[in-house]
């Protein structure tokens, strides 16, 4: 099982910058994935970006293409998520995901970290 610890949320101003980090501890196979997974009040969880652990392809939702990138650091077994352009819509809490590629990219991975809260003022 792969434990994950997230930071780097908080408050800012739409059109501002905020970057997550998700610090993996635990082995990460060849064939992982992590991710990142946002909820809003009310909705359900939603995938935003993703990346293959070995090869760094990289995924994303539509409504975060051009605006966040996601990117790892091998050596550190950290995922970052940089978050450009925030606007109120992408409020939420997000939530670090890891485990076989397969199970990311379709919302059921087998590791998930406790959250963290971004909000995004208008």
């Known amino acids: 099982q792969v434990q994950l610890v997230e930071s780097g949320g908080g408050l800012v101003q739409a059109g501002g910058s905020l970057r997550l980090s998700c610090a993996a501890s635990?082995?990460?196979?060849?064939?992982?994935?992590m991710g990142w997974f946002r909820q809003a009040p009310g909705k359900e969880r939603e995938f935003v970006a993703g990346?293959?652990?070995?090869?760094?392809?990289?995924y994303y939702a539509d409504s975060v293409k051009g605006r966040f990138t996601i990117s790892r650091d091998n050596g550190k077994k950290t995922v970052y998520l940089q978050m450009n352009s925030l606007k109120p819509e992408d409020t939420a809490v997000y939530y670090c995901?890891?485990?076989?590629?397969?199970?990311?990219?379709?919302?059921?991975?087998?590791?998930w970290g406790q959250g963290t809260q971004v909000i995004v003022s208008p």
């Open positions: 995901a890891a485990g076989p590629r397969s199970t990311v990219f379709v919302g059921t991975p087998s590791s």
């Open positions: 635990g082995r990460l196979f060849s064939s992982y994935a």
């Open positions: 990346i293959s652990w070995t090869d760094g392809m990289t």
